[in-house]
């Protein structure tokens, strides 16, 4: 059932990207997520992944949300699809990934741009039109979301092409997973989508809580090195802190969309909460909601109740 469940999203992932490049197009991929959340880095790396495999092509260009260079970029990729990286920043809750997504649109006219699979969520509602006037303006805007109620909210605001689509992290495929040392591994945010938890029981065994907000040894770029290697070589080293940790557990329970969808690809069984605005009870109803691996995710109660 769980193989069935990723290899469905895989096949979803294959047609979106397949929908606007073919073998030997060329593409450019903004927005690399700089920083030590494992999440993020999976779904780079999935992207890059699908991206390769659809048009046997590395990206022309790539940039960080404050390293996009206008010449640079019409130097590297004067023609093909511009991708935005995918993810959970579509909205206000993370500013400078929106306003970086903006400008893209409201700067990069002369081609089609193809904004990758987001949760949406505006915790001040009218703040969605100011991103809808950009969106009307571009000729060829395409847009995927990764649950219902985020295309319910872009279908009655954004005049543009939108469809469900599965997170790209999927792209990575089933990952090894190493010996487990703790009977259950917690890991919960503690960032601006964190909700307290303090029900949680304290169980027995063997219990460790923690979170992966935190970057261990990154490698430095080598002499000669693209820029799209060398983010891959961050984010590859980032998602391999991720599975060591989840790997950890016998048993997880966590309030990331990403630590699900890793422990998936791991085929460790887990049991979900959710982060302030219900971004995890959404994916798992649009996507996962079959698999096997996953326990009750009711309450915070039941959750650490069931594995007291």
């Known amino acids: 059932m769980t193989i069935d469940v990723i290899e469905a999203q895989q096949a979803a992932l294959r047609a979106l990207y397949a929908a606007h490049v073919v073998r030997g197009d060329r593409y450019a991929l903004v927005d690399f997520p700089d920083h030590a959340n494992v999440g993020d880095s999976a779904i780079w790396l999935g992207e890059l992944a699908m991206l390769r495999a659809v048009t046997g092509n590395d990206p022309d260009y ?11 970029f019409a130097r590297a990729s004067p023609h093909g699809v511009l991708f935005l990286h995918g993810g959970g920043n579509l909205g206000d809750i993370w500013p400078h990934h929106q306003q970086f997504r903006e400008r ?25 039109a100011a991103f809808a006037r950009g969106v009307a303006a571009h000729p060829d805007l395409h847009l995927y979301v990764r649950d219902r109620p985020s295309l319910e909210l872009a279908r009655r605001h954004l005049d543009c092409p ?3 689509a599965p997170d790209s992290a999927f792209a990575l495929g089933r990952q090894p997973r190493r010996a487990a040392d703790c009977d259950v591994l917690r890991l919960l945010r503690t960032d601006d989508e964190r909700i307290a938890h303090d029900d949680l029981p304290p169980g027995e065994g063997r219990i460790v809580t923690t979170d992966w907000l935190e970057d261990g040894v990154l490698p430095a770029p080598r002499p000669g090195q693209s820029h799209a290697d060398h983010y891959a070589a961050l984010a590859g080293a980032r998602v391999a802190r991720g599975l060591a940790l989840l ?24 049991h979900v909460l959710d982060n302030d605005y219900g971004k995890l009870a959404r994916y798992i109803d649009a996507w996962t909601v079959a698999s096997p691996l996953i326990g009750d995710r009711a309450t915070t109660t039941s959750a650490g109740s069931a594995l007291a």
């Open 62 to 72: 790539v940039c960080t949300w404050d390293g996009f260079d206008p010449d640079a």
């Open 104 to 128: 893209m649109v409201a700067q990069v006219r002369d081609r089609r741009i193809v904004q990758l699979p987001q949760s949406i969520h505006f915790r001040a509602p009218g703040r969605i």
């Open 162 to 164: 939108v469809a469900l």
């Open 247 to 270: 790997s950890r557990g016998r048993h997880i329970v966590t309030d990331r969309l990403h630590a699900h969808i890793l422990a998936l690809l791991l085929d460790i069984p887990h």
